[in-house]
């Protein structure tokens, strides 16, 4: 619902219920939104360029990683930690030129920032869509019906 409400509402909707315009949480989101795809798409096309024939693994392979990662990064509980992390030693390994192998880090690198982007989309969302009903009562009155409040001690 918070991937929605950022990405399917128009922001002048936005601004009419609540009062107010979130651009900077609205492009944050649909930023990461566009960059999943983009660069799942780029390292499928990646894969055919470094590794030939032997790139139509990665047409099999990229999607179904993605999307299983996708639908697990829907659920409330996902955190960053683990694919940033993942990210960051790919990204040092592919620029610092640990290994010979770049073909194979540079791939890995444009993968997993995919993967990376759409675990961004929903936490992101989630956080930023958080934080505006906190702080705006309209919001939290014009989403109230499709929130679920839970309760931290």
């Known amino acids: 619902m918070a991937r929605q409400f950022y990405t399917d509402i128009p922001i002048k909707k936005i601004k009419e219920e609540t009062g107010e315009a979130p651009y900077f949480e609205k492009i944050i989101v649909w930023l990461a939104f566009l960059f999943g795809p983009i660069s799942l798409l780029a390292s499928i096309i990646i894969g055919f360029w470094f590794f030939n024939w ?8 990229c999607p179904s ?8 990064s829907v659920r409330g509980d996902s955190k960053m930690a683990g694919i940033s992390t993942l990210l960051l030693i790919s990204a040092c390994i592919y620029f610092l030129k640990v290994f010979d192998i770049s073909k ?9 920032f995919s993967l990376w982007c759409i675990r961004l989309l ?13 702080r705006n009562e309209k919001a939290y009155q014009y989403l109230s019906q499709s929130l679920e409040i839970r309760y931290v001690e």
């Open 54 to 61: 032997w790139g139509i693994i990665c047409v099999v392979f």
């Open 65 to 72: 990683v993605y999307f299983a990662y996708s639908s697990s």
């Open 104 to 112: 194979i880090s540079g791939f890995a690198t444009v993968f997993i």
């Open 122 to 134: 929903y936490c992101s969302s989630t956080f930023l869509l958080r934080n505006f009903v906190m």
